[in-house]
């Protein structure tokens, strides 16, 4: 299916053959509309349960999005590779599809949880007559039907058939898909929308008839649901943007202010805050309603001591997990904020207590920077834990103790830490969980522990990871059961630098 689709899902990365060709559009007049609606929606019934859309104009954003691709090396194999699946079909980029598709070409699909499913593409061409044309060419042509000024095309006379008789509403009439798409920027290289209102309960029983996990959840009171979810993909100057937002039933996500994200020291390579009290912790409390695991829960608390309540409540308030290098392994430090920060010490000390005999530990108590925590070390491995200013610490390492008594340099101030927030602007101040990750920091420390184990990391593997910067993820509840998640993957702008293929360019 996909294959014969090659126009509409192959679009992103034939901007790779645009690039290598030398063929990126800089007419400033070829502008993707900023419009939430995009044309296509007024061509497709609101039954369908997918579609995607695609920024097909070459301007602003297809030239963004070379200049970023153009920094790794490995868009020349794909170049290779891309040009010699389209000319097994005796199909030209420039001449069959850049001169002819429309400014956006959109996908559509339908019966998603059967088996036979529907997929059927569609686009408004410069040139009908060429682009009809070319999905005539291969050894498996697509079919296609025009309606006006527009071409539908799919693998079969009866995908399309289908599509027509869906009949109804067109879908940019749908309330829900407006909704969804108007919460994304129309200026964007692609966005995708899920009707998911079927599909999530057909999701949850496949989850309990074919896994343990599903079978327990059960019998579990959750009435959480998905109703629908769209995204759109960004290129940006310094990097790509992933916007999402998913209407829900029942996630009980809430924001929350981490300004306490400013403890984390600057070095780490990887950071993430969160709100047990909203997230994980209900999730454990619930297992205790579950009668299906009562067994196993009884054994769990008569092993270590501790209920499952017990251990939830470890992780019960806001807190900050963060990694940066240590000797011999990374130091990992977690930092709980709240106000049992005693009552979890005393559930690890349980813990521990009731581990030890079984796990061989040797727990004591040690003084680290003027303050008084446990350590417990097994086979080299040490970890401690201890009450800091308030504030619940469990690390690897003594410089974890330290840092949560605060002064010193802060991520919040890393120059790649601030890029990547300020490029979507994302705010510490109000959010349901961030996720962090300095890759060039995380692959200078992983390189290390991999060398440690003989081992290495290709250099062809280097070079495609040498301009990648910061990862930053942040989720936050929009309100009306809408929860948004902004992502941005930092990308050092440059120069082109050399690609890895032998296919001659013009």
């Known amino acids: 299916m996909l294959r014969r689709l090659r126009v509409a899902p192959a679009l992103a990365v ?6 290598g060709c030398g063929s990126a559009s800089t007419n400033s007049a070829a502008k993707a509309s900023d419009s939430s609606i995009p044309a296509g929606a007024a061509k497709v019934s609101a039954k369908v349960e997918l579609f995607a859309t695609a920024d097909s104009t070459f301007g602003g954003q297809w030239d963004a999005f070379t200049k970023l691709v153009d920094r790794f090396p490995f868009r020349g194999e794909a170049i290779d590779s891309i040009q010699q699946s389209l ?3 005796g199909i030209d980029f420039d001449k069959d599809i850049k001169a002819t ?27 009908k007559a060429a682009f009809e044309a070319a999905l005539k060419k291969g050894s498996s042509p697509s079919v296609y039907a025009e309606d006006g000024d527009w071409v539908l095309f799919s693998d079969t006379q009866a995908e399309l058939d289908a599509f027509t008789a869906l009949g109804g509403p067109t ?12 919460r994304l920027s129309g200026s964007a290289l692609a966005r995708i929308y899920v009707d998911a209102s079927q599909l999530t309960a057909l999701a949850q029983e496949k989850l309990k008839s074919t896994t343990p996990l599903g079978s327990l ?3 579990s009171d959750s009435k959480q649901k998905l109703v629908w979810a769209a995204a759109s993909v960004k290129a940006l100057e310094d990097g790509f943007e992933l916007d999402a937002v998913a209407k829900t039933e029942g996630l009980g996500v809430k924001n929350f202010d981490a300004s306490f994200f400013d403890q984390v020291p600057a070095g780490a390579f990887l950071a993430v805050a969160f709100d047990g009290s909203a997230t994980l912790t209900t999730e454990l409390k619930s297992l205790e309603r579950n009668p299906k695991l009562a067994p196993s829960l009884g054994q769990f608390q008569a092993a270590t001591g501790v209920s499952i309540a017990d251990a939830a409540q470890l992780v019960d308030g806001h807190g900050v997990l963060y990694a940066r290098a240590g000797t011999p392994i990374p130091e990992v430090t977690i930092i709980v904020f709240g106000s049992d920060a005693n009552k979890w010490v005393a559930t690890l000390d349980t813990l521990v207590a009731h ?18 925590v446990k350590q417990i070390s097994v086979q080299g491995f040490t970890l401690l834990y201890g009450v800091v200013d308030g504030k619940l610490v469990v690390t690897t390492g003594q410089g974890g103790i330290v840092a949560a008594q605060g002064g010193g340099s802060k991520l919040i101030d890393d120059a790649t830490f601030k890029a990547a927030a300020d490029a979507v602007g994302i705010s510490t101040d109000d959010t349901a969980g961030l996720v962090y990750v300095d890759i060039q920091n995380a692959v200078t420390t992983l390189s290390g522990l991999a060398g440690l184990a003989g081992a290495s990391i290709p250099p062809a593997v280097q070079a495609n990871i040498a301009n990648l ?12 059961g809408v929860v948004r998640v902004t992502a941005f993957l930092g990308v050092e702008p440059g120069p082109p630098v050399p690609a890895t293929h032998t296919t001659a360019t013009t």
């Open 14 to 19: 034939l901007a790779l053959v645009a690039a």
């Open 87 to 89: 000319s097994e079909d």
């Open 101 to 127: 598709v429309g400014p956006e070409v959109d996908v559509a699909a339908w019966n998603l949880d059967k088996p036979q499913h529907g997929v059927v593409g569609l686009t408004q061409p410069k040139d």
């Open 469 to 480: 910067r910061g990862f930053l993820l942040s989720t936050h509840d929009d309100g009306d």
């Open 355 to 372: 581990l030890s005999p079984l796990l061989h530990l040797t727990p004591q108590t040690v003084t680290v920077a003027g303050v008084a």
């Open 217 to 219: 959840a059960s019998g």
């Open 171 to 182: 879908l940019d009439g749908d309330a829900s898909f407006k909704d969804a798409f108007g």
